[in-house]
């Protein structure tokens, strides 16, 4: 199974389109949303493309291939207009012979997650907006940073994971 990771999309409706065609594009099964998906926080500015109903629509055409997990920004009013479950702070995902700790990084982080990962565990998170692939004491974190209001000169990008290896990609 091959899988599409994007992270903090903020309510933003051209990223959310561009997330989907991408994923279509790559040939992913499974739709893999780190967070933040509808509403922009209170700490930064509006997306250019703030449209969280658009965002719905995008998002809940694909809503039997998601799987996501609950960002800082999410509540629970998002999981009533959301098709799919959006209020887990976290997810395992296996593919190959390797495990994927599926987050988005505000509660579970590399400062917390020390006692409950293993070596050779791959962290998928977001939050920061900030791209990282790095390998720290056995554990790799990956974070495709945000599309909508990237970080630190982080360009918009995702992960692509399939048979055990993920990739860091920027979109194009």
């Not at 389109?17 to 780190?34: H, I, K, N, Y």
Request: aromatic share 12%.
């Amino acid at each position: 199974m091959k899988f599409f990771v994007v992270s903090d999309i903020h309510g933003d409706s051209y990223w959310a389109q561009r997330a989907v065609d991408t994923f279509v594009s790559e040939g992913a099964d499974r739709l893999v949303l780190l967070g933040d998906i509808l509403y922009h926080g209170p700490r930064n500015d509006l997306p250019e493309n703030y449209n969280p109903k658009k965002v719905i629509e995008i998002f809940n055409g694909y809503a039997d291939r998601i799987l996501a997990v609950r960002g800082n920004c999410e509540a629970e009013v998002d999981q009533m207009v959301l098709k799919f479950p959006c209020m887990a702070d976290y997810a395992y995902i296996v593919s190959g012979e390797t495990v994927f700790f599926a987050t988005h990084g505000h509660i579970y982080n590399e400062q917390t997650l020390q006692a409950y990962i293993s070596k050779g565990t791959v962290v998928l998170s977001g939050h920061t907006h900030v791209t990282v692939d790095e390998v720290r004491n056995g554990i790799r974190y990956m974070n495709p940073g945000s599309p909508s209001i990237p970080k630190e000169g982080s360009k918009p990008s995702y992960i692509v994971i399939d048979d055990g290896q993920a990739v860091l990609k920027e979109f194009t």
